[in-house]
């Protein structure tokens, strides 16, 4: 009965700008660390950006630090990723993703999240 649905992917130009955005349905976002990540042809699922349930504490990939940033509306229980200056390797599918616990506490793991949406493509293409 848990649902994540991502929103606002779609084909940019490189250096173009793009907002992500997660709702949530049938529980509420605000008790929960989340976070998104990404896998892209041929490669494994990674963090981008995770994010506390309370306390500001955030995350970064290092290929996304000083482009990317990610919030959270807890009262409108969503999620979001604004994403700018976009380059060609940023492109993959996008997923939002819940954690068990309210605490981002070893960085942005795939292994620590127990529910996730299904995708929204993201696309960076001259």
């Known amino acids: 009965q848990v649902q994540l649905v991502e929103s606002g992917g779609g084909l940019v130009q490189p250096g173009g700008s793009l907002r992500l955005s997660c709702a949530a349905s049938r529980f509420t976002l605000g008790y929960y660390a989340l976070g998104w990540f990404r896998q892209a042809p041929g490669k494994e699922r990674e963090g981008v950006s995770c994010i506390s349930s309370s306390d500001g504490s955030t995350y970064y990939a290092d290929s996304v630090k000083g482009r990317f940033t990610i919030s959270r509306d807890n009262a409108k229980n969503r999620l979001y990723l604004q994403m700018n200056s976009l380059k060609p390797e940023d492109t993959a599918v996008y997923y939002c993703?819940?954690?068990?616990?309210?605490?981002?506490?070893?960085?942005?793991?795939?292994?620590?999240?127990?529910?996730w949406g299904q995708g929204t493509q993201v696309t960076v293409s001259s």
């Open positions: 993703a819940r954690s068990p616990r309210p605490t981002v506490d070893a960085g942005c793991r795939v292994g620590e999240y127990d529910y």
